[in-house]
């Protein structure tokens, strides 16, 4: 099935630096999600996006609805040890489900 | 509040044994529900979705099935688990497209 260009794969940065990661699809979505996975547990959703050039926060995190529907980006500012984990892009439609980014695995050096 | 119960949260199994993975939403009514398969901690890949009682669709042709026996109940099935089985179940539940909410996820290891 289709899968959205998440970019990118990895990050390694320091702690207190900013992160911004994005996706992009061939084809338009509704809705724009952003996950954090945490190793052996299930996606957390971060931040929910319904309307093409929606600006959401929520903390340190913003996020932003593409105007052509198309795409996302995710920024995290300030960053701490505490965001460490794989961050997903998901995009959906109606009730036929969510497809996913391949994630942005994100890696702090203190 | 809306609650997602998925287990068990970790599973054994030899090859050609039965599987039946359970999951229920409590709070909400009519959910659309999911199952998804992880392979390697990336790339999350839709299996079955149901938007009601009965209603099952699958993504990708395997060896595994779906029922929603109910409401707010997904189950995940096999007859007979191949090794390619292995891998972290998760059971998602969504209220039209307004994202979705995983629970916490059921590692398989075939052996």
């Known amino acids: 099935g289709q899968q959205l260009n998440q970019s990118p794969q990895s990050m390694f940065i320091q702690e207190g630096e900013d992160v911004s990661m994005n996706c992009t699809s061939s084809?338009?979505?509704?809705?724009w999600l952003w996950y954090k996975q945490d190793p052996g547990e299930g996606p957390v959703l971060l931040i929910a996006?319904?309307?093409?050039?929606e600006l959401t926060s929520n903390g340190r995190l913003t996020a932003q609805f593409g105007i052509t529907r198309k795409d996302s980006f995710l920024n995290i500012s300030a960053s701490i040890p505490s965001d460490v984990g794989i961050y997903f892009c998901?995009?959906?439609?109606?009730?036929?489900?969510?497809?996913f980014g391949k994630g942005t695995h994100l890696i702090i050096q203190p | 509040s809306q609650t997602i119960h998925q287990w068990p949260a970790t599973l054994v199994q030899p090859v050609g044994s039965p599987l039946s993975l359970e999951c229920t939403v409590e709070?909400?009514?009519?959910?659309?529900l999911y199952w998804y398969r992880q392979a390697a901690g990336r790339g999350l890949q839709l299996l079955f979705y149901?938007?009601?009682?009965?209603?099952i669709s699958s993504e990708v042709p395997q060896n595994l099935s779906a029922s929603r026996p109910q409401d707010r109940q997904f189950i995940l099935s096999s007859k007979k688990l191949l090794l390619s089985d292995s891998g972290f179940y998760l059971c998602?539940?969504?209220?039209?497209?307004?994202?979705?909410?995983f629970g916490q996820g059921t590692r398989l290891t075939v052996v």
């Open positions: 996006l319904y309307k093409a050039g």
């Open positions: 084809s338009i979505f509704n809705t």
């Open positions: 709070g909400t009514s009519n959910p659309n």
């Open positions: 998602a539940w969504s209220l039209g497209a307004r994202g979705a909410f």
């Open positions: 149901s938007v009601g009682i009965g209603q």
């Open positions: 998901a995009g959906q439609r109606g009730a036929d489900g969510l497809t």
